[in-house]
């Protein structure tokens, strides 16, 4: 519009100079102003908020972050501020990741890295986030155009790509890597992988990663009949990984890729997927400003509001090399880690006040003896009601698959695989 | 912009009839050319999507209710489409009510009908929903546009008003009585109110209006250190209304009034929002599709990722009158209903083939032996743990209030109230 509007003005002043009647000249005049009028309102566009330097705990209507910042007076956190120092990578951008990235989008984080490889579709439309005039934009496209609209001060960086290729999956693990926006010596470039894919592959692979790469991370996921879903907390080596364990599910979840044929979805709902995400940015709020418990697995049963947790140690027969290796490590460092955290307990208990809100470094939850739905196994007999295991372990499961860059073409492996699932349920 | 171009067409027209030379003309028809083009380019606005006539469980991409009609198809709701007859209201379009409409919206509901007073400000962006160019506008003008780009099916009616002044309640009456959209010929208009409101005295509003109209409601509520909120169904005369027991807050929630004062503002959320609404349109579904279990009251703490659960029946000395008068017609039809409930139970039972989701028309939660966070109780002794009470016993409450419409004045007193309460708290 800018460009015609240009164009315009030039015509005019062109007109106008080859005019010799002063009423005349008079006349293009006000068009002129009119053309003038109209470009500084299409230069205008929607009003957005200028980016902040500080974020700022005073109470007036304009202050973005004020309600934000009142969680210190309240003496939830110690400091929210640090939200601007971290990073957050979100793999998988539909239902659960887009509102994810609003969440962590509104609540002012440092940095996002978003990935997906899909567009929008009407029929994404029953979740939240994204908008019909967004459809045939990728996911990615339309996510940053929203969220950097919400709050400018977040930095965003979108990938589109499937990182079940092998380049994606190199494009992927160096994004990881990046360390531009961290001071920090240690570890990768981002603090937090959040999972918020579709599909069991795509869980495998960013378990590689994280695993290759020592990266604390947390799984999400929503079953096909919509109705229950659940969050994980995998820290290499020191908890289970992906593969350490069948994946667990609320309820009578069925095998997520058996449903995915011809004329047929998965239902979906916008309040099962915006419940999984609160929980899933809760408890990434919770790790990354000390505050709370982090659960080290959740699961959401609809139906029935009810709400399985439970904790996975590793699997020292784990079929995946790069979790072995963490888990020797964590073994080495693991009597140095508990002294200090006892010393630190007796510093603490030593003081007359007592903090209300701990560090909580290794976010290590007590548990709860009155809480009988914690119980912490790795024994599938003994899961706390209400879970059940995805699919058979990991090890039988890789059996039947030939690679991971391979595996989404064997959906007659899968059938086979899902009668021997079938077979395990009905004991 | 469209008025600007209507009336340089005009000035163009003109031009070029007082002038005599052909390629000045021309070069007026050029400009008029390009005029034309800039307003068709206004005319059109970012493209949304058309109505719908029926909702399709068709799988395609441009089929915006493929994934939602797929509940069908995975036996979890009988008929999905019926969700278009139903009418909500939702009292409060702040972080919670602007999310559960939206929710409604992208799930097709009928119609929603939406209150609030208050204008968007940047302060409200640490939450879902409003955007940072709506700031200024009234909230129900704001969810409106918002609403209406997202699904043009849903018929939404705002109203601009205060509930809690004489006339804005005599206006939220009498739109919940109006019976235009609903076909059947008992109750209000409306199917369920939905209370997002985040004082006491709007929530004693809503209680009073649904205790007046036999409106069944659901309550929602977030704490003022944006980490703990709760939803609870309320029947009048079948479960305990908002006045029959001190109100219940999840774990140590401050009254929330104390804090509202000059340069103090309550902490928030888009997690523990996004949650609490996300399970508030939950059961708002469950209960009008008829499927699983309505919870009566369900908590959440998000420190410690706890959900309890309980349910309270109606007090028998409750202060509220028109809760009184439903209690004693709930008495009357009591015996039939459950002689009914029964017989449907028998019937069902002797059936060879037992439905999945049986029809639940009083929304009876069976009370599961192995849960021990569900207790039917009314007693203050018995309340399951993390939940406490928020403020004491209501008439004790209202002894202390002139009436509701002066009550927000009297800060003193209230100061004096919540001395007394912490002294209870204090045993």
Redesign the interface.
């Known amino acids: 519009?800018e460009v015609?509007?240009k164009?315009?003005l030039t015509?005019?002043q062109?007109?106008k100079t080859?005019?010799s009647d002063p009423?005349?000249q008079a006349?293009?005049d006000?068009?002129r102003l009119?053309?003038e009028?109209?470009t500084s309102?299409a230069m205008a566009g929607?009003?957005?908020?200028t980016k902040v330097k500080d974020m700022s705990a005073e109470?007036?209507?304009?202050?973005?972050?004020?309600?934000?910042m009142?969680?210190q007076?309240?003496?939830?956190v110690d400091n929210y501020e640090r939200i601007r120092e971290f990073s957050v990578a979100i793999v998988g951008i539909g239902g659960v990741g887009s509102?994810a990235a609003?969440?962590l989008t509104?609540?002012?984080i440092g940095r996002l890295l978003l990935y997906d490889y899909d567009t929008v579709?009407?029929?994404n439309?029953?979740?939240?986030f994204f908008?019909?005039?967004q459809?045939g934009m990728t996911k990615t496209d339309a996510a940053v155009q929203t969220l950097s609209?919400?709050?400018p001060d977040v930095v965003l960086e979108s990938f589109t790509l499937n990182i079940t290729t092998v380049q994606g999956f190199e494009t992927f693990i160096a994004s990881l890597k990046n360390k531009s926006f961290r001071q920090e010596k240690e570890g990768t470039g981002v603090d937090l992988v959040l999972s918020c894919v579709d599909n069991y592959e795509a869980r495998m692979v960013v378990n590689q990663a994280c695993n290759e790469l020592n990266q604390t991370w947390m799984e999400s996921g929503v079953s096909?009949?919509?109705?229950s879903g659940h969050i994980q907390l995998l820290i290499p080596g020191e908890t289970a990984c992906f593969a350490c364990a069948p994946p667990l599910v609320v309820a009578s979840g069925v095998d997520e890729r058996t449903l995915k044929r011809?004329?047929?979805?998965?239902?979906?709902?916008?309040?099962?997927m915006?419940?999984v995400?609160?929980?899933l940015?809760?408890?990434t709020?919770?790790f990354l400003l000390k505050?709370?418990?982090v659960?080290p697995y959740?699961g959401y049963n609809?139906?029935?509001?009810?709400?399985p947790?439970m904790a996975m140690k590793p699997n020292p027969q784990c079929s995946n090399g790069a979790c072995l290796e963490r888990q020797k490590e964590y073994m080495l460092i693991k009597p140095a880690r508990d002294a200090a955290a006892k010393a630190k307990m007796e510093e603490e208990l030593s003081t007359i006040e007592i903090p209300i809100h701990a560090d909580n470094e290794w976010n290590i939850s007590v548990v709860d003896d009155?809480?009988?739905n914690i119980v912490n196994t790795q024994s599938s007999d003994a899961l706390p009601?209400g879970l059940v295991h995805e699919l058979p372990n990991a090890d039988v499961y890789e059996q039947q698959q030939p690679t991971t860059e391979e595996s989404i073409e064997n959906v007659d492996d899968l059938e086979d695989l899902k009668r021997k699932l079938e077979a395990l349920n009905a004991h």
């Open positions: 519009m015609e509007l164009r315009m015509d005019l062109n007109l080859s005019l009423s005349h006349s293009i006000q068009i009119c053309v009028n109209l309102l929607p009003t957005r908020r109470v007036v209507d304009s202050n973005p972050y004020s309600r934000l009142a969680l007076r309240m003496g939830i509102v609003e969440m509104r609540c002012g579709e009407l029929a439309m029953n979740r939240l908008r019909p005039e459809v609209e919400i709050n096909e009949d919509a109705v011809d004329g047929v979805c998965a239902a979906s709902l916008p309040t099962t915006g419940v995400a609160g929980l940015v809760q408890n709020l919770k505050f709370g418990n659960s959740l609809a139906l029935k509001d009810f709400f947790t009155c809480d009988a009601e």
